[in-house]
DNA sequence: CGACAGACTGTGCAACCTGCTCACTTCGGA
DNA sequence: TCCGAAGTGAGCAGGTTGCACAGTCTGTCG
């Protein structure tokens, strides 16, 4: 993770189209260098993947909720994630600390709609409760870019 | 939003190095097609990027947590969004409706760090009080793909 | 019913890029 | 000092892209 991995990453980050050869050119090193790099990155799973990002908005789920579920039996936990797995809105789900034990995000396609996910997600044996938070609007979208460039203060950690 | 345009992004998801040609053939539609569907689908904003995907985890943060924000004043949303927009580890941040006023997501190099990561959340006026949950392990890895079978019940409504 | 716009197809071409290989150089560590 | 890992520059065959064009098909509108 030296200088020219972050150089990469930014660049195909804001110009995800350019090929490695047009990339090669761009930092001034030679093409196979670049090509070396990248499967470097991706051997090490610094870049997990390559493949189009999909806004829920626009698939018509315009609605982001944040479900912090409490479980029955601790060992309940893996039956609900499967469940939760099954489920097309649910877009992501973790265990937790804290009060609850089971953290998911999902989308609908309405306020109204959300009843319906709701008790999608509550209709497995395990849930005891589960509370709702609804996203109003994205103060800071998803990123990760900028952690990058905050490894530059390392001395080469990752 | 119609069958094709479904197997075209359920195929790029699946494999993301294949180009327009191979993606026609295995298709059996015209390369001319496929690259009309993308960019009708990039046009209307159903894919919204083509860039890296990167793990915070592989770049030295493991440790998620969630941090939900009281905020002293509603008025002071935009500040503290702007404060939160410049550190790397807050990977995003939403206004929410219940007992909080913000919720982000962030990431540390250890648990230990996080204290450190905090510390900067919180140091900025308006922030009134920050709760901590940590994320303990992944259940269901972040996803869109399956919302986008799921539009397949709708009658083209997206 | 006929005209029409929008979408899909199949073709062709020049320019470009990719994957791969090879020989040579550079650099830091044992 | 020697070695291995990494980078460089070059070359080549084959595949791919961007673009254009004409023909076809479909649903819509007057």
Redo the contacts between chains.
């Keep these: ?1 030296d200088d020219l991995d972050r150089t990469l ?1 930014s660049l ?2 804001a110009e ?2 350019v090929g490695v050869l047009e990339a090669s050119r761009r930092l001034g090193v030679a093409r196979g260098t670049v090509q070396a790099r990248l499967d470097r ?1 991706v051997a ?18 315009p609605v ?1 909720a ?1 479900l912090t579920l409490e479980i029955r039996q601790l060992s309940g ?1 893996l039956a609900v ?1 499967e469940h ?2 099954t ?12 009060a ?1 034990d ?4 999902v ?1 609908s396609r309405s306020n109204a709609d959300l009843q319906r996910v709701i008790d999608l997600v509550v209709s497995v044996d395990g849930v005891q409760r589960a509370s709702t ?19 530059a203060d ?1 001395r080469d ?2």
Tied chains: 1, 2.
Excluded at 44 to 61: D, F, I, K, M, Q
Aim: with cysteine; proline share 8%; net charge negative.
């Design positions: 993770m990453i195909f980050a995800p189209r990155l090490r799973g610094v870049v997990t993947g390559w493949g189009p990002e999909l806004s829920p908005e626009a698939l018509g789920y982001t944040f936990h994630a939760l797995a489920i097309p809105e649910v877009l992501e789900a973790h265990t937790i600390t804290g609850g089971l953290w998911c995000r989308v938070v609804m996203a109003l609007a994205v103060q800071v979208p998803y990123r990760v870019l900028p952690l990058v460039d905050a490894t390392e950690g990752a």
